[in-house]
């Protein structure tokens, strides 16, 4: 635990960057020396934010958490009542919003993520309306990203393109009605870019440089992912084993198995796009779908001519 933390702080420092966690499981809560990191980062000076669910949170469990530096603490609801605990457990649901309220207590965050998928699309407008009323400070969304072990139920967890947009459409009109409460929107989707860009709400700016990536999946560009085991990934949600945390992690961010993630030129949909430098959809969810990280994004509806 210290060797990989001294590890991450080497590279954060030749980067001239301040170090950022974000802790998940699972519920890492549960692992014997929870505590013991959580005392370790709050010596070293380092944030983080805490990824679990909500059954061992008390009002005592989240001040502790807040005095040893955890700035947020992220919960799932992946649908309404039913859908969220078919999913997760019964009573997961009502669980989880009654511990937006101890979260905040402790001058925590709390912010509320979903995962998207055909089996819980038509809820999330209404799922939007709930995470306000409870007063979450920060809701976002991101697709579900098969898995090998996946493929057999792909189809029906498969979105179409334009379902995809439509649900966007009807969760910006959301976010306006509830521009003015306590709950804030993280477009996390780079599929947002697209919509905003047809929209006319976001323009490309002039005067960029050409070869500069500005915005879009950071998957290469500006984080790591450290497995139970100890070895570094380029994006937590697929395949993409780049190294170990007994390696130099600056060496490592900067190699040969990183820069593979840096081919923009290879996207063979985005490349073409003027919001490539932007956008580039999810690659990962791409790669769930097809093992090609630069495969076209299954959810993207922008036709490019050839």
């Known amino acids: 635990m210290v060797a990989v933390l001294a590890n991450v702080e080497r590279m954060a420092k030749r980067m001239q960057r ?19 990191l959580l005392e ?27 005095q040893l530096g955890c700035r947020k603490y992220q919960l799932s ?3 309404l009542r039913e859908t969220h605990d078919r999913f997760r457990k019964p009573g997961s649901y009502d669980r989880t919003l009654a511990a937006i309220s101890t979260i905040r207590r402790s001058g925590m965050h709390c912010a509320i993520m979903t995962t998207v998928s055909a089996t819980n699309i038509a809820e ?5 309306d709930v995470v306000v009323e409870h007063q979450a400070d920060i809701f976002a969304f991101g697709r579900y990203c098969p898995t090998s072990e996946d493929k057999a139920h792909l189809e029906a967890f498969h979105i179409t393109p334009m379902r995809y947009r439509q649900l966007l459409e009807a969760c910006w009109r959301k976010f306006k009605l509830h521009r003015d409460s306590n709950t804030s929107f993280n477009l996390k989707d780079h599929l947002w870019t697209l919509y905003l860009y047809e929209e006319g709400i976001f323009q490309i700016p002039e005067g960029l440089t050409e070869e ?25 949600r697929f395949e993409s084993y780049v190294g170990s945390v ?61």
């Open 124 to 128: 999330i407008p209404s799922l939007i």
């Open 77 to 79: 609801l992946d649908g």
């Open 18 to 36: 301040l170090p950022y966690l974000y802790i998940t499981g699972g519920d890492p809560i549960l692992h014997p020396r929870f505590w013991d």
């Open 212 to 236: 500069t990536i500005y915005d879009g999946c950071n998957c290469g560009n500006c984080h790591f992912t450290i497995s139970a085991e100890g070895r570094l990934m380029a994006c937590r």
């Open 40 to 66: 370790l980062l709050h010596a070293h000076g380092i944030p983080f934010t805490l990824m679990g669910n909500p059954f061992h949170l008390t009002d005592e469990v989240c001040k502790r958490m807040r």
């Open 246 to 306: 007994d390696e130099d992690m600056y060496d490592i961010f900067y190699g040969p198995k990183m820069e593979q993630y840096r081919q923009h030129e290879r996207f063979e949909k985005c490349r073409r796009c003027p919001l490539l430098r932007f956008c580039r959809g999810c690659p990962a969810v791409a790669y769930g779908y097809t093992k090609n990280f630069y495969a076209p994004d299954p959810q993207c509806w922008r036709i490019i001519d050839d």
